[in-house]
């Protein structure tokens, strides 16, 4: 997998762990025909999350996200 960030990409290795201040944007992809997981933990939890263009960085949208 993949992160991309405005600044730079990074692959990203099985079992490799990150973690990331408050407002931190990033896009991870599975850049192979593999299988592959992305598991994303907030806490606390969140109550939206704004989603952004890929390449113009304009709010596109906005998600309802709950915490479980």
Excluded at 12 to 36: M, S
Excluded at 39 to 48: D, F, M, N, S
């Amino acid at each position: 997998m993949t992160e991309r960030t405005p600044r730079a990409e990074r692959r990203l290795t099985p079992g490799a762990q990150r973690v990331f201040a408050p407002g931190y944007a990033h896009e991870v992809v599975n850049d192979t025909l593999g299988p592959a997981v992305s598991l994303h933990l907030y806490h606390p939890g969140l109550t939206e999350m704004p989603m952004h263009a890929r390449d113009t960085g304009q709010h596109a949208a906005r998600c309802a996200a709950t915490h479980a």
